[in-house]
């Protein structure tokens, strides 16, 4: 087994060839990938494609790596909250013997040899603090050693098109130019007209967000139901609506261990506002039965997996450009945590 020295891509193909083709099978099987789906082709088409040929070892030499790292994430994130409980304190910026033993706790708690390597290459593949010590012990456990890819011919890919034979595009291109002068007619009987002056292009419009922040074409955000006191306070079209802020969020209850500390800074996501206050889901680092995965935590920067609420909280906090914000959701974004 070669060591995992190469870059965090070619650790993911390699690792998703480690962990045994029923696991990622079942996986894949479990998502729906239909074409009403909301996931990008350059992920649901390679998805779907596995789900139908069975070829994992195809998949993870040739499929892109986007759509490797959001099976390794799926792979990943029950067992990851597991590591994560088991460090504590330590979870952000763990040393190497700190992240080998909650290893060696969750194995023994019955945490299998596909889940360390699946928690492991997702940590490389996000760049957590923790990866050096991720690559470490994929090299040093003989158990983790990951395979080398196997030699597997491309002959296309979703980023790369087919060549087509410069003859055949030639024929196409006379073909158009012929059908193109058979709908014009005979130029001298063609009447005169004026012609339509071209519509200026749009600009595009310049924003602070950060990149990815774009709204996908065709998606439209969904409303939000409110209860009626909450409609008479807040203002669910505020610019505001769909921020991530970082807002100081009071305690649902007393903290025995410390009862003096009555809230605590934490992100929270926007969903109203008025001109002195917020309503907003908090996002915890912890699951809950009332919370379900920020679906936006990486590329809004948060330094792992988090996890929105459902419950809405009303924060006498003004909407001011002095506010702490971590970013703004697309409408996708929006919709996948409504």
Not at 197 to 216: F, I, L, Q, W, Y
Not at 281 to 298: D, G, K, L
Request: hydrophobic content about 40%; aromatic content about 4%.
């Amino acid at each position: 087994m070669a060591p995992t020295t190469g870059n965090a891509a070619e650790t993911s193909r390699r690792a998703l060839l480690k962990i045994s083709a029923p696991t990622v099978l079942t996986a894949v099987d479990g998502l729906d990938l239909r074409g009403r789906a909301k996931i990008s082709a350059v992920v649901g088409i390679p998805l779907r494609n596995l789900q139908q040929r069975r070829d994992v070892a195809t998949f993870a030499a040739t499929a892109p790596i986007a759509a490797i790292t959001a099976l390794l994430e799926l792979l990943a994130m029950a067992p990851l909250e597991k590591v994560i409980a088991v460090l504590g304190e330590h979870a952000d910026t763990p040393n190497f013997e700190q992240l080998s033993e909650a290893i060696d706790a969750v194995s023994r708690d019955g945490v299998s040899i596909d889940d360390v390597v699946a928690v492991l290459a997702f940590a490389i593949a996000e760049e957590f603090p923790a990866a050096p010590h991720c690559r470490r012990l994929l090299d040093e456990r003989a158990d983790l050693n990951l395979p080398e890819l196997p030699d597997v011919v491309v002959t296309s890919t979703l980023l790369a098109p087919k060549e087509t034979d410069p003859e055949i595009k030639e024929q196409r291109r006379r073909r158009r130019e012929d059908e193109k002068k058979r709908k014009r007619g005979p130029t001298s009987q063609r009447p005169l007209r004026p012609s339509k002056a071209k519509p200026a292009p749009k600009a595009r419009a310049t924003s602070n967000e950060p990149r990815g922040a774009v709204e996908e074409s065709g998606e439209r955000r969904r409303p939000m139901i409110f209860t009626p006191a909450e409609l008479e306070r807040f203002d669910p079209e505020h610019a505001m609506v769909g921020t991530v802020v970082i807002v100081e969020v009071p305690f649902d209850a007393t903290d025995p261990s410390a009862p003096e500390q009555k809230s605590k800074e934490r992100p929270a996501l926007v969903v109203a506002a008025s001109a002195d206050s917020l309503l907003v889901r908090p996002i915890y680092s912890a699951n809950a039965p009332t919370r379900n995965v920020f679906q936006a935590w990486r590329r809004l920067g948060l330094d792992h997996v988090c996890y929105v609420d459902d419950t809405r909280v009303a924060l006498s906090v003004a909407p001011s450009e002095s506010l702490g914000r971590v970013g703004r959701l697309t409408d996708q974004e929006w919709n996948s945590q409504l």
